[in-house]
């Protein structure tokens, strides 16, 4: 079976805790690469939360300032960076397929795949959506959105992040005073601010469902069913 003709389970958006998704992503990866799952694509939203990957330390994190502002800290299985989230304010994805003898494509392959197919969705919300360097998308110069992967023998696990709404929210100031504990100047917080960018920015008409349908259509080739998870 190719890529292209994997019919994938979509477990549909739901507002989660981090540690349940975490989980979410550890258990899959391991049934799916055991072929006792079918290839799955889960939406996410989080509760408010930073995810670290893997081999980030957590010190990088201001912890107090975390507790302070209610938001959670969690280790992915996955690599990338540390990341933000917070809610109905952003949407995330997951997707796990098996690796076969029969994919002749590298890991690295699978993952501008399926950046392809994340680009083609926000394209199909009437945005044109480029990547810069390995992880980031970028919607009119600013960034929208970023990926990771994580490979094992059996399984490939994709996810990344897309910023939907955060009009008249101050990301950039509790981004920065979350990540790190040394100090930062006005000037690094206008920075950041300078270089994010947002669905609803761009088309105020866009709701969530709509990315939800462009998502699952795009990142699945229209072949799917919706499913769940047992306990």
Sequence with gaps: MSLEEIVWRVIPADMRDPGII??????????????????????????????IARPQDVSD??????NAYGVSIVRTTGGGCAVFHDGYRDMSYSAFFPVEEKI????????YEFCDRLAKAVASLGMDIEMRGKHDFHVEGRKMGGN??????????????????????????????????????????????SRLTWVKKHRPEVKLEDIYKAL?????????FTGSLSE
């Design 148 to 193: 990771a992967q994580r490979l094992t023998r059996d399984c490939v696990m994709q996810h990344g992040i897309l910023l939907f709404d955060y009009t008249n929210y101050p990301i950039a100031e509790k981004t920065i005073r979350m990540m790190n504990n040394r100090a930062y100047s006005d000037a690094d917080i206008e920075e950041l601010r």
């Design 22 to 51: 975490v989980a979410m992503d550890e258990v899959l990866q391991d049934f799916v690469g055991r072929r006792l799952s079918p290839p799955t694509l889960v939406l996410h939203h989080w509760k408010p939360s930073i995810s």
């Design 104 to 111: 002749s494509k590298s890991s690295t392959e699978f993952y």
């Design 61 to 66: 994190i201001n912890q107090d300032k975390c």
């Design 216 to 224: 699952t259509e795009n990142m699945t080739l229209g072949s799917y």
